[in-house]
């Protein structure tokens, strides 16, 4: 009999225990991680080590212990009928509903501040896209190496990638740098997406500092046009990176035909002026120009 007693207590004292231990109910249609877990264990266990493994563990998003159907939706229907009918799947989603559902999370935080009014967004390149959801790594990234970014960017622009190749670029292909060093591919308010915020800043002037000024005497293209004025950003010919094979074919685009500042004439910019740039001594600007980002001393930006 005693037997039998201190049975049913334990019995009891277990059930108590188990209870305690049992989550709070799901909302209708929900059904957990756990049960995601039962057939997708190696999706479940990777998503757990990435970044988004803190909506599993975590109240403040409002999906703890159900993080999967934060984004696949309520999954009661896929386990009654194992179909990919029935449950959602970003990644098979249409661009925008499948940002929307990325943006319930993301939205307004500094680094996707942008992201609606992108070019990425406009032409519908999904977070999906470029994100790995599951995956280990910053950000949903696999890899945020350098190159393994430029050769995400590079699937896509195609055309960029070929400037890169020519003789003098910026070291991305050696995987010195990458794509986001200069651009934000969630937005920006400036062309192409660039991490600036004026002509140069900060932008280029991230790694050049030493053209930053404030100069005493500026160069106009350099202050409100920016670097990408006389430079290709992404490679050249030319051994400075500029937009064309000379010196003075590029300052020509912006110095010829201009009038002249006395009677005489002697100050032009075309032949026969004092300039006469058919004497090679006169064929590369810079020579005497060199300060052509700025100067502290000389309104002419001589050296």
């Known amino acids: ?8 207590l334990l019995l009891i004292a277990t ?11 799901l909302p ?18 990777s998503f757990l080590k990435s970044p988004h493994g803190a909506v599993e563990t975590s109240a403040k ?36 509903a499948a940002d929307k559902i990325c943006l319930t999370c993301h939205l307004n935080q500094p680094t996707h501040v942008g992201r609606l009014e992108s070019s990425h967004a406009k032409d519908q390149v999904a977070c999906t896209s470029c994100h790995k959801v599951h995956a280990n790594g910053p950000d949903g990234l696999v890899n945020r190496k350098p190159a393994a970014i430029n050769e995400q ?19 991305l292909p050696e995987g010195a740098m990458s794509c986001v060093d200069c651009h934000n591919p969630h937005g920006s308010i400036r062309p192409a997406m660039m991490q600036t915020f004026a002509a140069n800043e900060p932008g280029c002037l ?23 004025a006389c430079h290709e950003p992404h490679g050249s010919a030319n051994p ?11 300052c020509l685009e912006c110095h010829a035909n201009l009038p002249t500042v006395n009677a005489t004439g002697t100050i032009g910019v075309v032949p026969p002026a004092f300039h006469d740039l058919r004497s090679p001594r006169f064929q590369n600007c810079t020579v005497c120009h060199q300060k052509i980002h700025g100067s502290y001393v000389d309104r002419n930006l001589l050296r």
């Open 15 to 25: 059930c108590v225990a188990t209870r305690a231990q049992t989550p709070a109910a």
């Open 206 to 228: 991230n790694c050049h500092g030493d053209k930053r000024g404030p100069f005493t005497f500026e160069h106009g293209p350099v202050r409100f046009e920016g670097c990408v």
């Open 28 to 45: 209708a249609g929900y059904v957990g991680s756990e049960t995601c877990k039962i057939c997708h264990e190696d999706i479940y266990n």
């Open 153 to 171: 960017c590079a699937s896509c622009h195609t055309n960029v990638w070929a400037e890169f190749q020519r003789p003098n670029h910026h070291k």
């Open 240 to 250: 400075r990176m500029l937009a064309r094979p000379e010196v003075r074919l590029l």
């Open 61 to 96: 998003r409002g999906f703890e212990g159900r993080a999967c159907e934060a984004c696949h939706g309520p999954a009661q229907m896929h386990t009654e009928s194992p179909s990919a009918a029935t449950i959602r799947n970003p990644a098979k989603l249409v661009a925008a």
């Open 1 to 8: 009999m005693r037997s039998i007693k201190l049975a049913v």
